[in-house]
């Protein structure tokens, strides 16, 4: 039983390189039981990924128990050679109010040398209290936005003269696929660096799907060989549970927009999730990427829920 009185609570705090099954499988209920409470996912679909397979470089799992009890947690990952670490942080449900969020936080602003950026999924009160109390500031939104895939007619798509498009082939097309995704996302710190292990946890998950995985080609020219050089690709998701499809991840190499690829595999990827008997799909865009925010509403998407992430003052 934990007391109600927050200063007589005893708090262990340990950090990990790397989370044993045992304790992965502790930390994926608690995500599950605040998901359950909050309506969202408090540590985002790569931090999950990381908490299994080993140690990754630059990743730490925070571990904060009572009385033995896993009661909040974590995770912060320097990676970025340019940005501050960036970090997410839960506590159950059943143990809020007693200060474990700011231990949390504290533990984090000191293992980045107070130089922290911080996630908080869906801007909840709670979440930006906590981070005033840290000392963070507002500087990126999220959104998270949504349109319908029943009772409205998705045009026909129009490909630009010269370009093809056709499905993801597993093992075959990983090199080129992350050449072109860091291309078109050099300036998405997350987006932008994943690895062949990043690629190789995704395409291991029960959600992947390459028939929902889309590659664009030019025909005229040739890369490593093979006829068709990447241009663009839309690789789309299922949340079975939810019965949710998701833009996952669209882009376009930098030097081919304006030509109306963009939309043209955006309206791929949607007809295919519509096919798939999906009532509603979803993306994620930041609020101030202004054009591609502009195209997605003109697509009939609308905004559902922001996250919001706020840093020390740089």
């Known amino acids: ?135 963070l500031t507002l500087f990126r939104e999220l959104r ?28 075959q097309d990983d090199a080129a696929w992350l050449a072109v995704n860091a291309e078109a996302f050099a300036h998405h710190p997350e987006q932008g660096s994943l690895t062949q292990q990043d690629l190789d946890d995704r395409k291991a998950e029960p959600w992947f799907d390459p028939r929902g995985f889309f590659l664009a080609e030019r025909e005229s020219e040739r890369e490593n060989g093979r006829d068709g050089r990447l241009v663009g690709f839309h690789w789309t998701k299922v949340h079975q549970e939810e019965r949710l499809g998701e833009v996952y991840v669209l882009g376009v190499r930098p030097g081919t927009q304006g030509g109306g690829l963009g939309k043209a595999l955006a309206l791929i990827g949607l007809r295919h999730l519509a096919a798939e008997g999906l009532p509603t799909a979803m993306l994620y865009v930041d609020a101030d990427n202004k054009a591609a925010v502009s195209v997605y509403e003109r697509l009939g998407f609308t905004t559902y829920e922001t996250d919001l992430m706020y840093r020390t003052e740089t």
Not at 66 to 74: I, K, M, R, S
Not at 88 to 108: I, S
Not at 144 to 171: D, H
């Open 1 to 135: 039983m934990t007391s109600d009185d927050p200063a007589a609570i005893t708090r262990s705090l340990e950090t990990r390189s790397e989370l044993s099954p045992d304790e992965a499988e502790a930390v994926l209920g608690l995500l599950a039981a605040a998901a359950r409470h909050d309506g969202q996912q408090a540590v985002s679909e790569q931090g999950r990924l990381q908490l299994r397979g080993g140690a990754r470089p630059g990743v730490s799992h925070l571990l904060l128990s009572v009385d033995g009890e896993l009661v909040g947690y974590a995770q912060l990952e320097d990676t970025d050679p340019v940005e501050a670490p960036a970090a997410e942080l839960v506590v159950h449900p059943a143990h809020r109010g007693y200060g474990h969020g700011r231990a949390l936080g504290t533990a984090l602003l000191a293992a980045s040398g107070k130089r922290l950026r911080v996630w908080a999924h869906g801007g909840h009160s709670a979440a930006r209290h906590l981070a005033q109390g840290l000392g």
């Open 144 to 171: 998270q936005m949504r349109r319908p895939l029943t009772g409205f007619e998705l045009p026909e798509p129009a490909l630009p003269e010269g370009v093809t498009v056709r499905t993801f082939v597993p093992g």
